[in-house]
């Protein structure tokens, strides 16, 4: 339908339900993976960092 602004609005508010829950698991991540890493120090540590820098970087692109 001309004028019809109802899909747009289904995939912007998916978007943002997405978005929300890549937000969630990344904090759950930090909170749990990451900061055991860097608890534990060393290569593990820079690894996860680097690991959740990437994930921020894609967050912030998408």
Same mark, same amino acid.
């Given at each position: 339908?001309?004028?019809?602004?109802?899909?747009? $609005?289904? %995939? *912007?508010? $998916? /978007? +943002?339900?997405?978005?929300?829950?890549?937000? +969630?698991?990344?904090? &759950?991540? @930090?909170?749990?993976? !990451? *900061?055991?890493? @860097? *608890?534990?120090?060393?290569? /593990? +540590?820079?690894e996860? !960092?680097? &690991?959740? *820098?990437?994930? %921020?970087?894609?967050? !912030?692109? +998408?």
């Amino acid at each position: 339908m001309p004028g019809d602004h109802r899909p747009y $609005t289904q %995939i *912007s508010a $998916t /978007t +943002a339900a997405l978005q929300s829950c890549s937000l +969630a698991l990344l904090e &759950e991540h @930090l909170n749990c993976c !990451v *900061s055991e890493a @860097l *608890s534990q120090g060393g290569d /593990t +540590a820079r690894e996860k !960092v680097d &690991e959740a *820098s990437r994930a %921020i970087a894609r967050l !912030v692109r +998408a």
